[in-house]
Nanobody, 122 residues
């Protein structure tokens, strides 16, 4: 079973940057598509970004395109989310997730981390 632990959240001013990390264990990390989701207060969890197992493909939610970058280091069993030009509406709990799908689709994720809080001040 995949175990996922996020880190790197915190308080950042609008326009600033933050990098989230997610360390995986318990499985062959390189065979999983990885994704980031977020949930703001009073809202449903939404897809943010995903990266395929071989880093050959990525997908982003429209509102983060050009600002966020997902990447992975299979040697370190870690996936990252680089967040640039953040906005107050990016405030949410960010979750890391894994999927056995071979494409970075916003579905099929069945293992989740505990989440890390990101707060963007205006």
């Amino acid at each position: 079973q995949v175990q996922l632990v996020e880190s790197g959240g915190g308080l950042v001013q609008a326009g600033g940057s933050l990098r989230l990390s997610c360390a995986a264990s318990g499985v062959t990390f390189s065979s999983y598509t990885m994704g980031w989701f977020r949930q703001a207060p009073g809202k449903e969890r939404e897809f943010v970004a995903a990266i395929s197992w071989n880093r050959g493909g990525t997908r982003y939610e429209d509102s983060v395109k050009g600002r966020f970058t997902i990447s992975r280091d299979n040697a370190k069993n870690t996936v990252y989310l680089q967040m640039n030009s953040v906005k107050p509406e990016d405030t949410a709990v960010y979750y890391c997730a894994s999927s056995k799908l071979v494409v970075p689709a916003p579905a099929g994720f069945n293992s989740w981390g505990q989440g890390t809080q990101v707060t963007v001040s205006s």
